[in-house]
């Protein structure tokens, strides 16, 4: 069983549209994050969530919308894509400030 | 930031040998946390310690914490080939809301 699973896996789109990214954890952990990773593999957090409530939404512009229907799932919507939105990303769960976050395997997403 | 900065950014050695590698950051924290990412993976958690701590064992790493001078170091003895990937350092502090913040990582590369 997959602990963190994240779709789709790849994503190509244009310009301007809207997409999102799904992510589930059956871990039972309490918080979620999403994290962007750029081409020289800086992992920046974008937003966290714990127990379906927003904890940390960093300076991510708000074409961006994250939504946690529960407590296993955080779903990533952005809106009018653009090349700059081009890069892996992260979904993550975690339980505790002492233990280890769980990743999924990335979603790349390149906009074009 | 309290982004952490590793050293060096890359890294390449014969199988056998050890391989260490340097956290850096800047503002006091409560923990730090040391990840594997595979190319083309999500990041994989290899150890936790806490400020309090100065040194952690797990198999084959070791990790150092020196909070006086604000860094930590990551040893792999007797590297294999399959250590080959990049490591990263995620330190948290409590002006964070215990948000782990990721470094720049180090891309280590093992020869068979």
């Known amino acids: 069983d997959t602990a963190v699973s994240q779709t789709p896996k790849y994503l190509v789109t244009q310009m301007g549209n809207d997409k999102s990214i799904k992510c589930e954890q059956n871990l039972g952990h309490d918080t979620m994050y999403w994290y962007k990773q750029d081409s020289k593999k800086f992992l920046k957090i974008m937003f966290s969530y714990n127990n379906k409530e927003l904890i940390i939404n960093e300076t991510v512009p708000n074409r961006f919308s994250p939504k946690s229907p529960d407590k296993a799932h955080l779903n990533l919507h952005i809106n009018s894509l653009e090349l700059g939105d081009s890069a892996v990303y992260f979904c993550?769960?975690?339980?505790?400030?002492?233990?280890?976050?769980?990743f999924g395997s990335g979603t790349r997403l390149t906009v074009v | 930031s309290q982004q952490g900065e590793e050293d060096p950014q890359a890294l390449s050695i014969q199988e056998g040998e050890n391989a260490t590698m340097n956290c850096s950051y800047k503002t006091s924290i409560n923990n730090l946390q040391w990840y594997r990412q595979n190319s083309g993976r999500g990041l994989v958690h290899l150890i936790l310690i806490r400020s309090n701590e100065r040194e952690k064992h797990s198999g084959r790493l070791r990790v150092t914490l020196d909070t006086s001078k604000k860094s930590s170091s990551l040893l792999i003895t007797a590297s294999r080939a399959a250590d080959t990937a990049s490591y990263f350092c995620?330190?948290?502090?409590?002006?964070?809301?215990?948000?782990?913040?990721f470094g720049t990582g180090t891309s280590l590369t093992v020869i068979p």
């Open positions: 993550a769960s975690s339980q505790g400030s002492l233990s280890g976050y769980t």
């Open positions: 995620a330190t948290d502090a409590s002006n964070t809301g215990n948000q782990f913040y």
